[in-house]
């Protein structure tokens, strides 16, 4: 794992293709997207049939062979381990709690000339969840997109996923059941995302989609935004730690590889004012990756996407990592709290050694769909309020408008606006 | 004005065509766009300026030039009229003052064991505002994106607005002044929200843009989501009022024509369970039509987009209303605020006849940039949190990961990623 010095002159230059990370050539795929979800629009079901039949290889005689059963969910749920059930019930109620804290309320505000203000929050009456499939399933992706949801108080919640030659993932659908069975589809790709966006005979036009994809997933949520809401644009995932001298080693190595296993294209970067720590821990890490079962994978992410950093101090560490603006951010410090009010950009905050990023993965509570890509600089965790709006709430009374009406009226003139005007002008009259 | 019966056969055809109002062809400038925004990518000012010359008429000859000098702004603002002063005034504070109540406060919860989960706020480091200008220069769009973006901390303000000849309105100049002279960039459309959301010479690269525009400023703002984020993508204005038998005509009427007013493609809709409002108020605004500015564009909106609908009683008044999901909402019966509840998808909600829409656009406090086109049912007003994104606080203790790791290293197995496994077994060790 290569070590770079903040005070090396090539640094700069180096830094810099840090920060480029992660960035997806969407152009390159758009033209295929588009022509999907066009077809998705203009023919529906039939259009989703040949996607299946060609992506995921099987078809559907007729729609009703696009769901899952609610009766194939309960029994793969009884046929799990206990302690697979156990594992996912503890993580299906840690998220839960934890979302429910972040439920957003309505509110008003009076004024004494009898003016209320407010803000009404509702949720969607529709929601689409995308869970990838064909190589792995990951369970804890339905849980984190399905869970803020349901907190949310959305009634209609859809999940599509591919199942390729029509065998479901039993695993999938035990946690489906975990889930409450919502209405599950049995559809990938673009042609999934089209099919929540724009709705078919049998799937229904939802108003927010969320879930990973890869980058055919990730353009088509970019090319339908607008026609509905979407949680955010991801792409690989990647981890940041801050460590001072007093971090173990063996920690920041198997955490940084717990990112770098989950795709060549992820990055795993250590920023610390420690040498010796940055040398023990390419160390560590070469020690670990070779009783890695993913180790190929690892491997390339860590020695082309990986880098540690050592800085002449610990902000100097925490102004790069503001920039890096990382999905993951591991603070392995004496006193990892002190630097919290410092940190600006990062999804998820780790604080301390017992808080790998893996605990946030699973049952820690917080969702795990993140900004990747230095888009923690604007977007936020996947979280309720995804699934839910705001209205304004405006009521004027008498006096009200007689006391603020006329400044309303001449704002309005001064814009032309005279039908805004008028309107005002009415009611003083 | 046309008048609709709910129990009339042909009525289902003519609520879709209410329903499909406001869609934007975008496919049909996209090529355009895209071309600007790679031309400001590659080029940065000097596209700019080539930009200018072309739409704006004038040719910047130097980079400076693109700035507007705050001594302009002030100068500006001490020549406005005191009348226009105090207006403005008004407005800034009570918007300020809205959004003040709409910050979000980061939170820590703590656990027995020792964990601590919350969510920290940050704003953005830098926010970029748009502000149409050329036929028409709305100061309130001015006060109502930035506004905001003050209150949400961002420490970075720009904005960009197209100034025709290189003169700038001097409204605009002591708008700007009022909201403490953000820097601006004279440049419009496309390459503006290119030139934000890339950067070039002079102008910062933006976390988040806001504010309205046309076809091109929209099909902008969609193209470069995800690259930087963005408030939303806005169509033309529209109100729906909901009214009773207590309701004047000649209010609904007006109000009706002041959505109207703004724009050909605006949409005014009325729905009452009273025939007789729904009759008196057609005469009325014809009445009204006769006498306005701006009546040839009022007259083709109400005429070709407009629509009272008479409905058999008010929950189905109010049912048709929420499949609207209407930008601006007026609720004009007996007891406005009993209807509260059942009010699920609109941008903002004027209750009662003191409550006009245009104080919503001016001087209440709530934001005026809405949701249009149905897209109330996902999107809401903007907001601070536009200007603001939130991180996940994970701390676990010793005793946390003792209780819970067993749980998260069975998920990570089963998810076949054996480093997170490791990560977690590590500690545990």
Request: with cysteine; charged share 30%.
């Given at each position: 794992?290569?070590?770079?010095?903040?005070?090396?002159?090539?640094?700069?230059?180096?830094?810099?293709?840090?920060?480029?990370?992660?960035?997806?050539d969407?152009?390159?795929?758009?033209?295929?997207v588009?022509?999907?979800?066009?077809?998705?629009?203009?023919?529906?079901?039939?259009a989703?049939?040949?996607?299946?039949?060609k992506?995921?290889?099987?078809?559907?005689?007729?729609?009703?062979d696009?769901e899952?059963g609610?009766?194939?969910?309960?029994?793969?749920?009884?046929?799990?381990?206990?302690?697979l059930?156990?594992?996912?019930?503890?993580a299906?109620?840690r998220?839960?709690a934890?979302?429910?804290?972040q439920?957003?309320?309505?509110?008003?505000d009076?004024?004494?000339?009898?003016?209320?203000?407010?803000?009404?929050?509702?949720?969607?009456?529709?929601?689409?969840?995308?869970?990838?499939g064909?190589?792995?399933?990951?369970p804890?992706?339905?849980?984190?997109?399905?869970i803020?949801?349901?907190?949310?108080?959305?009634?209609?919640?859809?999940?599509?996923?591919?199942?390729?030659?029509?065998?479901?993932?039993?695993?999938l659908?035990?946690?489906?059941?975990?889930?409450?069975?919502?209405k599950t589809?049995?559809?990938?790709?673009?042609?999934?995302?089209?099919?929540?966006?724009?709705?078919?005979?049998t799937i229904?036009?939802?108003?927010?989609?969320?879930g990973?994809?890869?980058?055919?997933?990730?353009?088509?949520?970019?090319?339908?935004?607008?026609?509905?809401?979407?949680?955010?644009?991801a792409g690989?995932?990647?981890?940041?730690?801050?460590a001072?001298e007093?971090?173990?080693?063996n920690?920041?190595a198997?955490?940084l590889l717990?990112?770098?296993?989950h795709?060549?294209?992820?990055?795993s970067?250590?920023?610390?004012?420690s040498k010796e720590?940055?040398?023990?821990?390419?160390?560590?890490?070469?020690?670990?990756?070779k009783?890695?079962?993913?180790?190929?994978?690892?491997r390339?992410?860590?020695?082309?996407?990986?880098?540690?950093?050592?800085?002449?101090?610990?902000?100097e560490?925490?102004?790069?990592?503001?920039?890096i603006?990382?999905?993951?951010?591991?603070?392995?410090?004496?006193?990892p709290f002190?630097?919290?009010?410092?940190?600006?950009?990062?999804?998820?905050?780790?604080?301390?050694?017992?808080?790998?990023?893996?605990?946030?993965d699973?049952?820690?509570?917080?969702?795990?769909?993140?900004?990747?890509?230095?888009?923690?600089k604007f977007?936020?965790?996947?979280?309720v309020?995804?699934?839910?709006?705001?209205?304004?709430i405006?009521?004027?009374?008498?006096?009200?408008?007689?006391?603020?009406g006329?400044?309303?009226?001449?704002l309005?003139?001064?814009?032309?606006?005279t039908?805004?005007?008028?309107?005002?002008?009415?009611?003083?009259k």
């Amino acid at each position: 794992m290569k070590i770079l010095d903040v005070n090396n002159p090539g640094f700069k230059k180096e830094f810099e293709e840090i920060l480029a990370r992660g960035k997806m050539d969407i152009e390159n795929v758009e033209g295929i997207v588009k022509g999907i979800i066009n077809e998705v629009k203009e023919e529906g079901n039939k259009a989703l049939f040949r996607h299946i039949a060609k992506f995921d290889r099987w078809e559907p005689k007729s729609d009703n062979d696009l769901e899952i059963g609610k009766d194939e969910m309960k029994k793969a749920y009884e046929n799990l381990s206990d302690e697979l059930k156990k594992a996912l019930h503890l993580a299906f109620d840690r998220i839960k709690a934890y979302h429910e804290k972040q439920l957003p309320k309505s509110w008003l505000d009076f004024e004494k000339n009898g003016t209320i203000l407010g803000q009404k929050v509702t949720p969607v009456d529709k929601a689409g969840v995308y869970v990838p499939g064909g190589k792995a399933f990951y369970p804890s992706s339905l849980l984190m997109n399905v869970i803020p949801a349901i907190v949310a108080g959305v009634e209609e919640i859809v999940v599509t996923t591919p199942v390729i030659e029509n065998k479901p993932n039993e695993l999938l659908l035990g946690a489906l059941y975990i889930c409450g069975c919502p209405k599950t589809y049995k559809v990938g790709g673009a042609s999934a995302i089209a099919a929540m966006a724009y709705g078919t005979e049998t799937i229904p036009k939802v108003d927010v989609i969320t879930g990973p994809g890869n980058i055919f997933v990730a353009t088509a949520k970019k090319l339908v935004y607008g026609d509905v809401n979407i949680d955010m644009i991801a792409g690989p995932s990647e981890i940041g730690i801050i460590a001072d001298e007093s971090a173990r080693p063996n920690y920041l190595a198997i955490d940084l590889l717990s990112q770098a296993e989950h795709d060549e294209m992820a990055s795993s970067i250590l920023i610390t004012d420690s040498k010796e720590v940055a040398d023990m821990t390419a160390i560590e890490v070469e020690k670990f990756l070779k009783n890695l079962e993913r180790e190929e994978i690892a491997r390339k992410s860590i020695e082309e996407r990986g880098a540690i950093i050592v800085t002449n101090d610990i902000d100097e560490a925490i102004e790069l990592m503001n920039k890096i603006a990382p999905e993951h951010l591991e603070i392995m410090t004496k006193n990892p709290f002190e630097l919290l009010p410092k940190i600006k950009h990062a999804g998820a905050i780790f604080l301390g050694e017992y808080t790998p990023e893996p605990i946030g993965d699973y049952i820690a509570g917080p969702n795990h769909t993140l900004p990747t890509g230095g888009t923690a600089k604007f977007y936020s965790p996947l979280n309720v309020e995804v699934f839910m709006k705001k209205s304004s709430i405006i009521s004027f009374s008498k006096q009200a408008i007689e006391e603020m009406g006329k400044e309303c009226a001449v704002l309005a003139h001064t814009e032309g606006l005279t039908a805004h005007e008028k309107s005002v002008l009415e009611r003083l009259k």
